[in-house]
């Protein structure tokens, strides 16, 4: 394994930011956010749903920590207006919140 940052994983870190949630309520009402559980790194993520590595993501997927954004995640969301991370690979959009500290 190498320290060096891929240059896909440099794009997409550059195309990272924060959004409000009423900015994306359309883009979950059309099922296109991928929810990343804080534990994970967002942007890691996001470079294994760009490169199609399929086996990671349903990993990932298996033990709940990405996934579509859940009604109740949508609500909790709307209610609390959290800062969110996002990053767009198309056609989806991925999503974190920030760590609580």
């Known amino acids: 394994?190498?320290?060096?940052?891929?240059?896909l994983y440099a794009k997409l870190l550059g195309e990272t930011a924060v959004i409000e949630w009423k900015a994306l309520e359309?883009?979950?009402a059309k099922g296109?956010?991928?929810w990343v559980d804080?534990?994970?790194d967002l942007i890691t993520v996001a470079e294994a749903m760009a490169e199609n590595r399929s086996e990671i993501f349903?990993?990932?997927r298996n033990d709940?920590?990405?996934g579509p954004?859940?009604?109740e995640q949508a609500m909790d969301l709307q209610t609390r207006d959290p800062e969110i991370w996002a990053v767009v690979?198309?056609?989806f959009i991925v999503i974190q919140t920030k760590k609580a500290e």
């Open 69 to 71: 954004v859940s009604a």
């Open 1 to 7: 394994m190498t320290d060096q940052v891929s240059t």
């Open 58 to 60: 349903t990993k990932w």
């Open 64 to 66: 709940g920590v990405v």
């Open 89 to 91: 690979v198309s056609p």
């Open 26 to 28: 359309r883009f979950w």
């Open 32 to 34: 296109d956010l991928i």
């Open 38 to 40: 804080p534990s994970l």
